[in-house]
């Protein structure tokens, strides 16, 4: 006996394909939610991380800032203190510097000179006097020019001869009258001096005996 199948088979089959296919493709939609969902958790976490490492920079470099800052004021302070310093021992040097000027013109004048007139202005001291020889002016220039602590840059203006009357007017004698400028230095050992509390105008006289 021949059995003949009537149902129409090839709709079901249809029918369950599609049914395969659809559920495939839902698998499929949730496993590429799911990994897009953990891709994009991971993306959120790195941000976060990378997020708290620029806080930490920038709080970091603002901390850093600030103590430079500090350090700028401090350096600051210490500039103009050390100025006020200096501009201190300046005044105290230029106050003592008539002291030192004549303690320097005794100590570096030779025997055979002697001054007429002395004048200051600023760093320039104008020098005249009478000498009994050439050589003795040479030699004043010379002292001053490379012995002295306080003179500096001598420079002859003048010298002439001239006739001096003595008290019996029979007799005169022949002098050097001599004009003369040079330069006041300041060196190290004064600001040092000065610094520390001791005048170098105190050591003055024992250094021109040794001079002498």
């Given at each position: 006996m021949i059995l003949i199948n009537l149902l129409p088979h090839r709709e079901e089959k249809r029918r369950l394909r599609k049914q395969a296919f659809f559920a495939g493709m839902g698998l499929s939609l949730l496993v590429g939610a799911?990994?897009?969902?953990?891709?994009?958790?991971?993306?959120?976490?790195?941000?976060a991380a990378q997020q708290a490492r620029n806080n930490y920079l920038s709080s970091a470099i603002t901390k850093l800032d600030e103590e430079i800052k500090d350090v700028s004021a401090l350096k600051a302070e210490i500039e103009s203190l050390k100025a006020r310093q200096r501009a201190v021992e300046d005044l105290q040097t230029d106050r003592n510097m008539p002291v030192y000027l004549l303690n320097e013109l005794v100590a570096q004048t030779p025997e055979g000179i002697f001054l007429t007139s002395i004048r200051q202005n600023g760093r320039t001291v104008q020098v005249t006097g009478m000498a009994q020889t050439n050589e003795r002016v040479s030699e004043?220039?010379?002292?001053?020019?490379?012995r002295s602590t306080w003179l500096e840059r001598p420079e002859l203006q003048e010298i002439k001869v001239s006739n001096v009357s003595a008290k019996d007017a029979r007799n005169t004698k022949r002098l050097f009258e001599f004009s003369m400028r040079v330069t006041?230095?300041?060196?190290?050992?004064?600001?040092?001096?000065?610094?520390?509390?001791?005048?170098?105008?105190k050591k003055r006289p024992a250094q021109a005996k040794q001079q002498s």
């Open positions: 799911l990994l897009v969902a953990i891709g994009y958790a991971i993306q959120q976490q790195m941000i004043f220039l010379r002292n001053t020019g490379s006041l230095k300041q060196p190290p050992e004064a600001v040092a001096g000065s610094a520390s509390g001791v005048s170098p105008g």
